[in-house]
């Protein structure tokens, strides 16, 4: 079963601490194989993928990118107002 928007938001939160902080994808504990299909298919809907903003801040020692819909990305910030459509 792949996790819902609420689970993925409040495992961002607890890495996070708060909305609109860029936080690494791997700190939020899914595996990386479920946050590739979460991710893509959350990215793919409008109403929800423009309340999230991806960075891919790879470097020395940082964490592994996850690949998402093609693009390589290591973090993640996502908006409060996704609080709207939760």
Known sequence: MTMRLPEVVKKYLAAAGGFGKFVSIASMGIPPDETERVFDFLDEDYH???????????????????????????????????????
């Open 48 to 86: 929800i993928s423009r309340f999230f903003h991806f960075r891919n801040a790879a470097a020395a020692g940082a964490d592994a990118p996850i690949v998402i819909n093609g693009f390589q990305q290591t973090h993640i910030s996502i908006d409060p107002e996704i609080q709207t459509i939760l």
